[in-house]
């Protein structure tokens, strides 16, 4: 829970710092944003009026793009902890068992050699953590086993 919290202080950090500084540039030329020796010393007065808006218009296009994958990785850090219940009866695992939890996120059993035999309950809490060896699903009365999410 302390790395969750840990990590979407840093992105909310991250963002203040960055998107002020990528409007800036937004609104401001290669030329602008360097000195006169900068851009001598980079070649880039060789190049023509033409020339210089293409490269902004790259420079500027490269930034959102940049922006685009920063908004992928916050979205992947959703998935560092999901708290929900399971959606109808867990019966158990049998080796190839796909886990539908009622927050819409499915679930597959990581490793067919884990057989577990639970007294099938209704809606049992479950939770997912994402570890450095992959996912791993805590459901009431079970140990805990690895998954894979499942893309729907």
């Known amino acids: 829970m302390k790395h969750r919290i840990l990590v979407f202080a840093s992105l909310c950090a991250l963002t203040l710092l960055v998107c002020p ?14 000195s006169p020796e900068e851009f001598h010393k980079a070649g880039l ?9 293409n490269l902004d218009r790259w420079l500027k296009g490269d930034r959102e793009k ?13 998935m560092d902890l999901v708290v929900s219940r399971v959606a109808g009866s867990f019966p158990g695992l049998a080796g190839n068992t796909v886990i ?6 499915a679930w597959r059993q990581a490793n067919k050699y884990d057989h577990y035999g639970a007294s099938p309950v209704d809606h049992p809490g479950a ?26």
């Open 100 to 105: 539908h939890l009622e927050d819409g996120t």
């Open 21 to 34: 500084a990528i409007r800036a540039q937004d609104e401001e030329s290669i030329k602008q944003a360097m």
């Open 45 to 53: 007065d060789k190049l023509t009026d033409e020339e210089l808006r």
């Open 66 to 78: 940049t922006a685009q994958k920063a908004a992928a990785r916050t979205s992947r850090t959703k």
């Open 127 to 152: 939770a997912v953590v994402r570890s450095a060896f992959g996912y791993k699903m805590r459901i009431e009365g079970v140990p805990e086993f690895y998954v894979n999410p499942v893309r729907q």
